[in-house]
């Protein structure tokens, strides 16, 4: 569901599990998806990205997915670790954007050793 | 490659003073963004450059806010006066396209608080 201000939602696994985050997006017309990592007290980073002509993209222990027909994106992390704890937030653009990223309101998550 | 350069890291002022932040993006990026992150929200977009030109500003609320990129390369954002509202982190971002599949690498931000 939809989170106001500081009620993030929020993912918490144990260390070795796989990890799975979901966005929603609401702009039929974006064509390009990003995932960025930001941990406290620094700037978002990024993870991993895909266009609206792929279904899934892999990367290092990341694969992202991306459903055109009900405008979802999902990260899934695979053996999650420690250092993988962060706000995790999906952005998107396209259409007339001029390359400008559109951020949704980011997952919290935290991995337990 | 050096990332991209953001000062202060932090700044307290009281409402109605004045605050400016710097943005030194990565070298060749001709596209630069400011943004607005509120505690616990994602980054809101202010503002966009292209050189030195702006292409995007509809979400920068210009009663207070201002910036410029006069030779394309650094960045001065500026809020006067400041409203108990504008306590956030101010992203700068660049990249090397202005459209299609474009990576924002970020800085680390700069911290406001207004009391």
């Known amino acids: 569901g939809e989170s106001v201000g500081l009620h993030l939602p929020t993912l918490s696994v144990q260390e070795g599990d796989n990890s799975i985050i979901n966005c929603a997006y609401s702009?039929?017309?974006?064509?390009?998806f990003i995932w960025y990592k930001q941990e406290s007290g620094k700037g978002p980073q990024f993870i991993i990205d895909?266009?609206?002509?792929?279904d899934k993209r892999q990367g290092q222990r990341v694969t992202v997915l991306l459903n055109k027909t009900v405008k979802h994106l999902s990260l899934q992390i695979a053996a999650t670790q420690p250092g993988d704890s962060a706000v995790y937030f999906c952005?998107?653009?396209?259409?007339?954007?001029?390359?400008?990223?559109?951020f949704g309101q980011g997952t919290i998550l935290t991995v337990h050793p | 490659e050096a990332g991209v350069a953001q000062s202060p890291r932090y700044k307290i002022i009281e409402k109605r003073q004045s605050v400016a932040f710097w943005c030194n993006p990565i070298?060749?990026?001709?596209?630069l963004y400011w943004y607005q992150q509120i505690l616990g929200q994602g980054p809101k977009l202010l503002i966009q450059?292209?050189?030195?030109?702006?292409?995007?500003d509809s979400q920068l609320p210009k009663d207070r806010f201002s910036a410029e990129r006069l030779k394309g390369v650094d960045s001065t954002l500026k809020i006067q006066p400041a409203k108990l509202e504008d306590s956030a982190v101010y992203l700068c971002?660049?990249?090397?396209?202005?459209?299609?599949?474009?990576?924002?690498?970020f800085g680390a931000g700069s911290r406001l608080t207004v009391l």
């Open positions: 971002a660049s990249s090397l396209q202005v459209s299609g599949a474009n990576v924002l690498t």
């Open positions: 702009n039929s017309a974006s064509d390009y």
């Open positions: 895909i266009r609206s002509n792929m």
């Open positions: 952005a998107e653009s396209g259409g007339t954007s001029y390359g400008k990223l559109t």
């Open positions: 070298s060749g990026h001709a596209t």
């Open positions: 450059f292209q050189n030195n030109g702006v292409v995007d």
